[in-house]
Every structure is written in C-alpha cells, then in structure tokens.
C-alpha cells in the first residue's frame, strides 16, 4: 500500500500556483487511473484505487501547505501506511522549471510542507521535487512561488504531468534515480 501526497494550498486562487504543483500532479493521477471520487477526509482530499496492481491512497492536505504534516500522519496512523511507503510531489525551487528529481529522505531545503511533514512523520520518505526555478532576487521567492504558471509554463507543465504519470510504475517500484532520468529525457 502506498500513501501519494501532493502539496498545495487549497484556496481556489491558488490553483494554479507554482506552490500547488503537487495538487496537480495527484488530479492527474486520479484521472489516469480512475482513482475513487475525491472525499474530505484526514484534513484532506483522499481518493483511493489501484495504480499498477498496487493499492495506494493519493491525497491533498487542505491545511495549507506549512501544515501538511498533520493531515499526513493522520492518515498513515489510521491505515497504518509506513512512512516509507509515502511519495509526495512537491514544488521546488533548487531545479530548473520542469526537471523533477525523486529522492529518499534527506533535509527539506526550506520547503515549509516538507519541512511539517518531517515534523509529523519523520525524514524517512520518498519526494518528487518538480522544478519551478528560482527568482532572481531572495526577495521574490514567496511572491515566484504564489504566482500562477503563465501560459508556456502550462504547457510544459502538461507535458511534464503526463511524463510523470506515464512512468508511475518505476516511481511505485521505488526506482528513484531510475524514475527521476526517464521522466527527465521523455
């Protein structure tokens, strides 16, 4: 069983901020796989389904994104999911826009969402990092990443979406440098 977090902040002016990113990757998952109807649950929006014979839960933390941990342990202690069997997608400034790179644990590197869920589940689970670049200025970070994706951005976004979706298999098997590359030279 495998627990899919994406983070974002749940205000519809937030849709379609470089933050939610993670939000999008988990509609497009509900979407491929047909995953159940999105249900308030666990301070979030849960579906549950199979994706490639493997029964997993994909959620969104309606607590915001410096909050996500609760909405996180919440649920892996009531299904009992191990938090090495948690993947979450999230927004991240240290790559180029649309490079995404999974990695096992590690530090959070200032993401606040990251930085709530270590506080709540501990370091020891899986993120897709998908790149949305970094401002020029250390002042335009908070502005660079609640700003909409503009009209270019949406579309590599799409093609970067359906590159992770397609490649669901290698990133469930925990293949990680492996899924990172194939998503990457797609």
């Known amino acids: 069983m495998l627990l899919f977090v994406g983070l974002g902040n749940p205000t519809p002016d937030s849709e379609n901020n470089r933050h939610n990113i993670g939000f999008k990757l988990i509609d497009a998952l509900n979407q491929k796989f047909g995953l159940s109807k999105q249900k308030p649950k666990f301070k979030g929006l849960l579906t549950t389904g199979n994706v490639e014979d493997k029964k997993v839960y994909a959620i969104k933390p309606l607590t915001f994104m410096n909050n996500s941990g609760i909405c996180i342990r919440e649920l892996i202690e009531y299904f009992k999911i191990d938090a090495e069997d948690v993947i979450v997608f999230?927004?991240?400034?240290?790559?180029?826009?649309?490079?995404?790179?999974?990695?096992?644990?590690?530090?959070?590197?200032?993401?606040?969402?990251?930085?709530?869920?270590?506080?709540?589940?501990?370091?020891d689970y899986s993120r897709v990092r998908i790149g949305i670049g970094r401002p020029k200025t250390k002042a335009d970070v908070a502005d660079h990443v609640l700003k909409d994706f503009d009209e270019d951005e949406m579309i590599q976004l799409e093609k970067i979406t359906k590159n992770i979706i397609d490649s669901m298999a290698i990133l469930i098997d925990k293949k990680l440098d492996l899924f990172s590359s194939t998503v990457n030279n797609k």
Request: net charge negative.
């Open 90 to 123: 999230h927004d991240d400034l240290d790559l180029e826009f649309g490079k995404v790179k999974a990695k096992f644990a590690g530090s959070s590197a200032g993401h606040n969402g990251i930085e709530s869920i270590d506080k709540f589940i501990g370091k």
